[in-house]
């Protein structure tokens, strides 16, 4: 419940610069009196502009400053609510809002805005269109119950059942739910960007396959050429080996040849060195008749007999010789065939050794082809789980796990969305009320002699018949009738607040109720219910003081003294 003690107010319309005070919980009822302008509906802008920030009547808030002093306008409101104690202080000129809690300023880090929510729904949770339903009943700017929409009627109703936090919660939901959906659609957008990549790397991939596939393959045709290349020339060192070996056979008596060849040389030149001495023996004497050394003569037929000698010997010698050049001429041409032989065998151990050279370059290239061939199939293996497909994949996981969760999320949200919605959980227990309004309302009407049926539906639709029971709307009523209903269903939500201890409040504020629609019978019926009403504070405003004067227990006048209200 909510207690409200006291308002106060300065540089608030007609109020000049000292503090205009109203203790609201003293008296069981008091009347505000005075003349038209003297101020007494400043109460309700001061209440108003307090709590909520805004004026009861339809004022603009740079008119709520008083027009002579122009600044430091001040509304104070204390009450107690949930067993603390508050003052809620707002001021324009300089703009101030404040809320104290048993003494102590509650933070105010956060936006005004957030402030008056948390004053709102936390403090006083109720709003000020409820507010104006259950404390405060006016005749100018108050707009009934029955002149709301349907709207706004299921919110003051849901205020006074306190179920106004399914709105707050559906409000709430509907954030998540969009939430939800912006996530389910990042979602599916991150699932078909990472599949998309996942069938790219994996093309990629095939293709790095097929082309690694075809390397191995060009290799291995390589390989199998390098391998028949060594194979031919194992053939050719083979077939050249074959020849070196006989033309070696053939080469063997190549020494003896050139051993025979020089012995013929130096035997020629042996006998062509005897050939030169016999020629100039005969040359001796056929030149000298006597001797050189002992000057004797020599005899003709020693003469004749040494030149034959010597003759003979140089036939012999040129025979001998014909026979060497003969066998020479045999030798070297042996010897020559013989360095033929060795001639092509060097020709062959060239050939067999650029064979070999070949087999060692083929060998190598196979080394080459198959450590290739090895680094592309450990890359092709390696390939198959790149550190990119993986991740790739493990993002997969991820954003399938969180679809999961935002699915569950979605059917939680759905079903909170069935409960939370009109038709939902705060339909059933508005349908439980509805009768109990019903009948506290009917209960009012009967008590100011207004003796018709009246009932709202679930829908806060109005039904009321009244004369031969016709089916009659709010509309169809005089203005004291309309009076009586919008009476009725101010005492009826102020009930229902009570029963539900949601907005109930000791306040109770009535602006020229009595000056309106209403009746000498129907205010003497009103009089009676209001006198009846427990805990209540109740404030009539009303220019009929000398009517009125005696059925209160306590009356304020308020004046207008040189421009400014205040109170006698």
Request: charged share 30%; proline share 1%; hydrophobic share 40%.
């Amino acid at each position: 419940m909510i207690h409200f003690t006291k308002v106060r107010w300065k540089n608030f319309l007609s109020t000049g610069n000292a503090f205009t005070e109203i203790q609201l919980d003293q008296n069981d009822s008091t009347l505000i009196v005075g003349e038209n302008g003297a101020g007494k509906s400043t109460m309700l802008d001061a209440l108003c502009f307090g709590l909520y920030g805004k004026p009861f009547r339809k004022i603009k808030k740079d008119q709520l400053i008083n027009s002579v002093n122009g600044r430091e306008a001040i509304v104070e409101v204390e009450f107690t609510a949930k067993e603390h104690q508050y003052v809620v202080r707002r001021g324009i000129k300089p703009s101030l809002f404040e809320i104290i809690e048993d003494g102590v300023l509650i933070d105010q880090d956060a936006a005004a805005r957030d402030y008056q929510e948390m004053l709102e729904k936390h403090i006083l949770k109720l709003s000020m269109k409820s507010f104006t339903q259950i404390v405060i009943l006016g005749s100018s700017s108050f707009v009934p119950f029955m002149q709301l929409t349907t709207g706004v009627r299921r919110e003051v109703i849901e205020d006074l059942l306190d179920i106004r936090v399914f709105s707050s919660m559906a409000l709430l939901l509907k954030d998540r739910v969009a939430t939800n959906r912006e996530e389910y659609n990042l979602n599916y957008r991150d699932i078909t960007y990472t599949n998309e990549k996942i069938k790219a790397q994996e093309k990629i991939r095939v293709e790095l396959d097929e082309q690694r596939q075809e390397k191995i393959e060009e290799y291995k045709q390589r390989i199998q050429q390098a391998q028949s290349n060594i194979a031919r020339e194992d053939v050719r060192a083979q077939e050249l080996n074959t020849q070196i070996e006989d033309l070696m056979e053939k080469c063997s008596n190549h020494q003896i040849l050139s051993s025979r060849v020089q012995k013929i040389l130096s035997l020629e030149k042996s006998l062509e060195t005897k050939k030169a001495n016999a020629r100039k023996t005969i040359k001796f004497y056929v030149d000298n008749n006597e001797c050189p050394t002992c000057t004797q003569t020599i005899d003709l037929h020693v003469r004749a007999e040494k030149i034959g000698e010597k003759e003979k010997v140089i036939h012999e010698i040129e025979d001998g010789l014909k026979k060497l050049a003969t066998e020479l001429a045999a030798t070297e041409e042996s010897l020559t065939e013989v360095q033929a032989y060795q001639r092509s065998v060097s020709l062959h151990q060239r050939d067999f050794a650029a064979c070999q050279t070949s087999v060692a370059a083929y060998q190598k290239e196979i080394s080459v082809y198959n450590k290739e061939i090895g680094n592309l199939n450990k890359t092709q293996d390696t390939t198959s789980a790149t550190s990119a497909l993986i991740t790739l994949r493990e993002d997969q996981a991820k954003f399938l796990s969180l679809k999961e969760r935002i699915l569950r999320d979605k059917e939680m949200y759905e079903l909170a969305t069935v409960i939370l919605r009109d038709s939902g959980i705060k339909s059933r227990i508005i349908k439980q009320y509805i009768p109990v309004i019903n009948k506290l309302v009917n209960k009012y009407l009967a008590a100011m002699d207004f003796f018709v049926k009246f009932e709202l539906n679930e829908s806060f639709e109005e039904k009321i018949l009244s004369r031969h029971r016709d089916d009659f709307t709010y509309d169809s009523f005089s203005e004291g009738e309309k009076m009586r209903i919008d009476l009725a269903l101010l005492f009826t939500w102020r009930s229902i607040a009570r029963m539900k201890n949601s907005a109930s409040t000791n306040l109770l504020i009535l602006d020229e109720v009595f000056d309106a629609s209403l009746d000498a019978n129907g205010c003497d019926e009103f009089l009676k219910i209001i006198h009846d009403l427990e805990g209540c504070n109740i404030f009539v405003i009303s220019h009929k003081g000398d009517v009125l004067h005696d059925k209160f227990a306590n009356t304020i006048r308020f004046t207008k003294h040189k421009n400014f209200s205040r109170i006698v």
